[in-house]
């Protein structure tokens, strides 16, 4: 199984962009925390948060690649089946096809990936731009406003009270806390 520092290498060596490495961080530290809650494995979903857009640099103009080129390098290291490549495949469905979601770690996936942009979104509306003054209160507040961040899908993070039996208040603060945790890594 690829470990968290080979992920971190992948990562680096294919995305160059501070930005879109951050939110790979901020992916994986979400996840951790989320394995932690739901009983997963965390090493393993932070690794899967870690990958999960690695080759977003190289296929943001070719969305139906998005994930195949992360498989060809998994693929490349001995790595051809098994949770993390599942999850990398049904990462991208709408587009490719390859799987369907399956499990809590791809639920908690796919729940989690906006939610981190979102309050990264929120944090950048303070006056010092930090997510250390960042409260739930107002992170709900602009949820409601769908004005704001308006290209982010709050179906698709709400599911997390279905999928992962999680309350959307619940989930949206335990996210918040582990990247107040980690504000250094993620430039904020
Ligand atoms: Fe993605
Ligand atoms: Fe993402």
Not at 15 to 22: A, D, I, P, S, V
Not at 47 to 59: I, M, Q, S, V
Request: glycine share 6%; proline share 2%; charged share 30%.
């Amino acid at each position: 199984m690829i470990t968290k520092n080979q992920a971190t290498e992948l990562l680096h060596e294919h995305t160059k962009n501070q930005n879109l490495r951050r939110h790979m961080y901020a992916v994986g530290f979400a996840m951790r925390a989320l394995a932690d809650r739901l009983g997963g494995d965390g090493e393993m979903w932070e690794t899967l948060g870690l990958l999960h857009d690695a080759d977003w640099e190289e296929t943001k103009d070719t969305p139906n690649e998005h994930t195949k080129h992360t498989l060809d390098w998994l693929r490349k290291m001995g790595e051809i089946d098994g949770p993390i490549v599942h999850a990398l495949m049904s990462h991208n469905r709408k587009h490719t096809g390859l799987a369907e979601l399956e499990g809590n770690m791809e639920w908690a996936l796919e729940t989690v990936d906006e939610l981190t942009g979102f309050i990264v979104a929120v944090a950048l509306m303070r006056p010092d731009k930090k997510l250390a003054t960042v409260e739930l209160s107002s992170i709900m507040k602009k949820w409601k406003n769908k004005a704001f961040a308006a290209a982010v899908d709050r179906n698709q993070i709400a599911q997390c009270e279905e999928k992962l039996g999680i309350p959307l208040d619940e989930f949206i603060r335990l996210t918040l806390q582990v990247m107040q945790e980690n504000h250094e890594t993620l430039g904020l």
